[in-house]
């Protein structure tokens, strides 16, 4: 297992998690991830499916406990927080979450100054012209009066983008931001993924499974395994380290590559079988269903 590499800057790391556990019933989710992210970083969790990537960033967002282990957000232990304090410390996060979808009945506008009517207390009209500009800083100027069910799947993510933005947060959580979208609106998600970090000075934790996405945007990278390896950090490292990574399931996984190894280093099931529920003979098998936890 590797660790992340050394922020180059010195800084304080924003994020900081040691050791953390997680169990759900027998089964082990989270098994020992610890890592560090340092401010203006676009840190990637990637991994397959079923690794724990979003059972991660609950833990990191505080709405779920660990069963052991540290998480430290500016600093702060957060694992034992009061709940009061936790609302308090939201008030500078961004949340991105496909299940934090817009609300329906709300309009674009009025979906964005959501945070802004709970964490600040800002009068109606200043409210209004943070919500123009944010709406603005995604290319969605002149849909703010617009429902939701009125824009297209890719304007969804950047109204949700702008909202996850409202409060200038410095530190934004975003799970799975391009999921769904053609690789045109990718690349613009993209981007503004981007401009967060490089314009606004924002730290961004991106689940995402889009290598392109990963590429092109992440300056640190952590591969959750699955498997024998299953919540471990299998590769941690720059986007250049990850690409050179030896391990055959950080090739395999970048590579999208069907017949590659999996995450067991006994090469006794491929990823792909797993995933398939195939045994080693082709056939179909209820065990590697069972055993092999993809
Ligand atoms: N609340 C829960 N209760 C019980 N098991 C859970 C719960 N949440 C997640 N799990 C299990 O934990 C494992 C990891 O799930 P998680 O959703 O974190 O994976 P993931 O890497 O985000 O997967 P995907 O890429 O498919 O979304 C899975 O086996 C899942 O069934």
Known sequence: MHAVPPDPSGGEPIIEVDSLVRYFGRQKVLDGV???VYAGDTFIIMGGSGCGKSTLLRHLIGTEKPTSGSIKIFGQEITSMHPDAMHKLRGRYGMLFQSGALLQSLTVAE????????HTQLDAGLIDTVVKMKLEQVGLTGHGHKKPSEISGGMK???ALARALALDPPLVFSDEPTAGLDPVMTAVVDEL???????IGATVVVVTHDMNSVFRIGTRIIMLGTGAHQGKILAAGTPAEIRAHPHPAVQQFINGDPQGHSGDDSGEVLYRDALLGLNDTGMYSRSAIHSSKP
């Open 34 to 36: 610890s890592f560090k």
């Open 111 to 118: 979906n964005v100054a959501l945070p802004l009517h709970e």
């Open 193 to 199: 993924t981007q401009r967060l970090t490089q314009k």
């Open 157 to 159: 993510k950047r109204a």
